[in-house]
């Protein structure tokens, strides 16, 4: 049997999409170990709080894209861990507190209020994620 041209365009474009998600899953995710682990960049120094920004907006980008890929997105619904949504958060935050015990090691500055902005920025990435959820209409829970 032959799938008719156009579901097999909208499954091919499907495929890519999840597999876009998933790579800037992974991506945030090594890119964070990278920057948090390796020499400071300079950013960091920008402007005051720089540093804390730039923690949030890492964790809350961590965040979005694992809730996007692996638990509900638009147009795809439920994904391989739907219904965890919180577990997401959790886990974010537990591994910005873990990044935060590792740079002592690596002769980095490890500091509380980092761990404060990666939870902000986690919980502000499922605040987003729960806005488009909350928004899109079209796809199944």
């Known amino acids: 049997m032959q799938i008719p041209r156009a579901r097999w365009r ?3 474009s499907s495929a890519l999409a999840e597999a876009a998600f998933w790579i800037a899953a992974f991506g945030t995710v090594v890119a964070t170990f990278v920057y948090s682990l390796g ?3 300079s950013m960091l120094h920008a402007f005051p ?4 920004v730039v923690h949030a907006c890492a964790y809350g980008a961590i965040t979005l894209t694992w809730l996007l890929a692996a638990v509900w997105r638009p ?3 439920g994904g391989v861990i ?3 949504g919180l577990r ?3 886990a974010a935050i537990f591994l910005g507190s873990a990044v935060e015990i590792a740079q002592h090691v690596v002769q980095r500055d490890a500091e509380l209020l980092d761990a404060v902005a990666d939870t902000v920025g986690a919980l502000l990435g499922f605040a ?3 806005l488009v959820r909350a928004l899109d209409r079209t796809t199944p829970r």
């Open 10 to 12: 909208s499954r091919r």
């Open 39 to 41: 020499p400071a960049p």
């Open 49 to 52: 709080a720089a540093d804390k």
């Open 75 to 77: 147009g795809r619904g």
């Open 82 to 84: 739907a219904g965890s």
């Open 88 to 90: 997401v958060v959790i």
């Open 128 to 130: 987003v994620w729960r």
